[in-house]
């Protein structure tokens, strides 16, 4: 039995994943009054069965994350001094030079000085941690409406353990952001788009896919690599509590999910994977980062053709999928329904990464350490 999908079109809004016209013309605004509504029905479900434990898995890690919680204000050395522009340059030194993985020559960056590729670094930052900052928003909202729709009793303890966890990341994101870096972003569109997305569709397992397993998952990757790359220990060390709980996060939706959708019909496996692809194509152009191009006075269009052209751009991507592609597999979604999501992970350049650890089984190993050797495993 088959089931008829929707187009690609259909699901993203153009035929073609790498339409670079239309990428670029989704662009981010704010509203005036720094409010952003976005309209949601679901159904807010009591329980009355609170044996706690019934789902151990899910008990187990609910009593790991009441354990593991962290004071943002007081665990961090927020007496550093953070010179950003000695970071920049300091990074570049290491990595010989301010490469970029492409060939700039014939672009408007063969003209750029040093002064330009070091504003280049900071704005990089800024926009990365503020992307972050939004993000972990997002996740405060959404695992409020977990806390609200999910059935289980031990998914409402646990999820109510996160709603702390992104609010204290919320925080971090934007202590750091205020009194270490030097400016803010606006949300990306393609983010705010997915978040909106996640939050108005009225099923509670929507959210769980689209939150704890695609924007964390790509979430816990993106930290992994910026914790590799920087310099500040304060950065670092923020960033390393913060992984340790996503990683609590996503392993938190497989458990849930794994047995959710071993209940579901191929037509709602469809939708799903669906979700999935839509999800995973909004966080690659996101991190586009057409809003820094902008801000240097470098016409997007000009330089992102190149940009994506690059093999190292190419790997970095990939990278970000790290954690979600395995995660998908062990739900199930990367072969049900006559293997489509398997194929549009094919066509994004991310397959590779399907025989990699999932996070439950990450997590387990990482808690399993003692606890000062517990870095992401």
């Known amino acids: 039995m088959t089931?008829?999908?929707?187009?690609?079109?259909?699901?993203?809004?153009?035929?073609?994943?790498?339409?670079?016209?239309?990428?670029?013309?989704?662009?981010?605004?704010?509203?005036?009054?720094?409010?952003?509504?976005?309209?949601?029905?679901?159904?807010?479900i009591f329980t009355w069965d609170y044996e706690k434990g019934a789902r151990p898995k899910l008990h187990k890690l609910y009593e790991k994350a009441k354990n593991a919680q962290w004071n943002g204000e007081t665990d961090l050395p927020w007496d550093t001094d953070v010179d950003q522009e000695k970071l920049v340059?300091?990074?570049a030194a290491a990595q010989g030079g301010h490469a970029v993985g492409f060939?700039?020559?014939?672009?408007?960056?063969?003209?750029?000085?040093?002064?330009?590729?070091?504003?280049?670094?900071v704005e990089n930052q800024n926009w990365t941690l503020s992307q972050f900052l939004h993000g972990e928003q997002g996740a405060l909202i959404c695992t409020a409406k977990i806390v609200e729709s999910v059935p289980w009793i031990d998914a409402k303890y646990y999820a109510s353990t996160q709603v702390m966890d992104e609010a204290r990341h919320v925080e971090v994101f934007a202590k750091y952001l205020d009194e270490k870096l030097s400016g803010h972003y606006p949300v990306n569109a393609h983010l705010r788009m997915l978040?909106?997305?996640?939050?108005?569709?009225?099923r509670w397992d929507m959210t769980y896919l689209g939150m704890q397993i695609m924007i964390e998952g790509l979430a816990l990757a993106a930290f992994g690599f910026m914790h590799s790359m920087t310099g500040?220990?304060?950065?670092?060390?923020?960033?390393?509590?913060?992984?340790?709980?996503?990683?609590?996060?996503?392993?938190?939706?497989?458990?849930?999910?794994?047995?959710?959708?071993?209940g579901l019909s191929t037509a709602e496996l469809?939708?799903?994977?669906?979700?999935?692809?839509?999800?995973?194509?909004?966080?690659?152009?996101?991190?586009?980062?057409?809003?820094?191009?902008?801000?240097?006075?470098?016409?997007?269009?000009?330089?992102?053709?190149?940009?994506?052209?690059?093999?190292?751009?190419?790997?970095?991507?990939?990278?970000?999928f790290s954690k979600?592609?395995?995660?998908?597999?062990?739900?199930?979604?990367?072969?049900?329904?006559?293997?489509?999501?398997?194929?549009?992970?094919?066509?994004?350049?991310?397959?590779?990464?399907?025989s990699a650890t999932d996070t439950s089984e990450e997590y387990d190993a990482m808690a399993a350490l003692p606890p000062t050797q517990r870095e992401l495993v």
């Open 3 to 44: 089931t008829e999908m929707s187009s690609t079109e259909d699901i993203i809004g153009r035929k073609d994943i790498d339409d670079l016209e239309a990428i670029l013309a989704t662009v981010g605004k704010e509203e005036s009054d720094g409010r952003h509504v976005v309209s949601s029905e679901y159904d807010s």
């Open 89 to 91: 340059i300091e990074a």
């Open 103 to 121: 060939d700039i020559s014939g672009t408007p960056l063969a003209k750029w000085s040093e002064k330009e590729w070091v504003a280049f670094g």
């Open 195 to 202: 978040l909106d997305d996640i939050i108005a569709d009225s």
């Open 232 to 262: 500040d220990p304060l950065l670092k060390q923020l960033l390393r509590y913060v992984m340790a709980d996503e990683a609590r996060h996503v392993a938190f939706g497989v458990l849930s999910l794994q047995e959710y959708y071993d």
């Open 270 to 320: 469809r939708e799903r994977q669906e979700f999935a692809f839509e999800a995973a194509v909004r966080m690659r152009d996101r991190f586009l980062q057409q809003e820094v191009w902008d801000r240097m006075g470098v016409d997007p269009k000009a330089i992102l053709p190149v940009v994506l052209s690059a093999p190292d751009r190419n790997e970095f991507q990939a990278l970000l």
């Open 324 to 354: 979600i592609v395995p995660n998908c597999r062990k739900l199930g979604l990367l072969d049900a329904a006559d293997g489509w999501l398997r194929t549009k992970f094919t066509e994004l350049g991310v397959i590779e990464f399907e």
